[in-house]
């Protein structure tokens, strides 16, 4: 368990934890009880089974929200790569097949990472052909 020294004493993760959310419903109840306060308060997880249930209580409407089926995953390929030096001949449906199950979320940093193979192509070659220093001979 981490812990951190604050003003003397020992605060865990845990009990900072509860510190925030408790500051934190109490502005939020503020909001409520101020009729000048014009503040929508929009909450989105990819875990709703572990939010918190007072926080669920002030949440008027809960909607869900699915995983993309196949052409939306090919139309989030298309928006993360618009602008990207990519093959013009792409195939956006077939790389959306291949991505089942994937969140928006995933395909933006399965796009990242694959990004970074030509970089590591590059330098792989370049180790490759790099002469030795003279200290190893």
């Known amino acids: 368990m981490h812990e951190t020294k604050v003003t003397g004493t020992k605060v865990t993760d845990h009990e900072a934890m ?9 502005l939020w109840d503020g909001f409520s009880t101020d009729p000048n306060a014009r503040v929508m308060v929009l909450a989105a997880t990819n875990r709703s089974s572990e939010f918190d249930e007072p926080i669920m209580r002030r949440l008027p409407q809960a909607f869900e929200i699915g995983m993309p089926e196949r052409k939306e995953r090919a139309e989030i390929l298309k928006v ?3 602008g990207e030096r990519v093959e013009p001949d792409i195939d956006y449906d077939h790389l959306a097949r291949l991505c089942g ?37």
Do not use: V
């Open 18 to 26: 509860a510190n925030m959310k408790t500051k934190f419903m109490a």
């Open 80 to 82: 993360t790569l618009k």
């Open 101 to 137: 199950g994937y969140t928006g979320s995933d395909i933006f940093e399965l796009c990242k990472k694959a990004a970074y193979f030509p970089i590591r192509e590059i330098l792989e070659e370049e180790r490759k052909w790099r002469p030795c220093p003279l200290s190893f001979i």
